[in-house]
């Protein structure tokens, strides 16, 4: 069981900016969703990286965050999509 529950976790964190970009479909959003009620440890990562995103999305002059400190923290959240963005 306790293998069965990390794969979710890890299924889980491995779709997390997309979850919070609104990029997923809607069944997996829904099957996210159900294992957030029941795994704290999951609920406590996902709002820690929205709150990151948030601090990081907020407006400031482009100096207050010197480029290479804002790719190593994305890089540290695993968040690189968000450095090099497709499109």
Excluded: W
């Amino acid at each position: 069981m306790a293998d069965h529950l990390h794969n979710n976790c890890q299924d889980l964190l491995g779709s997390l900016s997309e979850y919070i970009d609104g990029e997923l479909p809607a069944d997996l959003c829904h099957e996210i969703e159900k294992h957030l009620e029941g795994c704290e440890n999951c609920r406590v990562v996902l709002n820690t990286t929205k709150r990151t995103i948030d601090l990081v999305q907020v407006p400031m002059e482009e100096e207050a965050v010197p480029e290479d400190v804002r790719e190593r923290l994305f890089k540290r959240l695993q968040l690189d999509s968000y450095l090099h963005p497709k499109g």
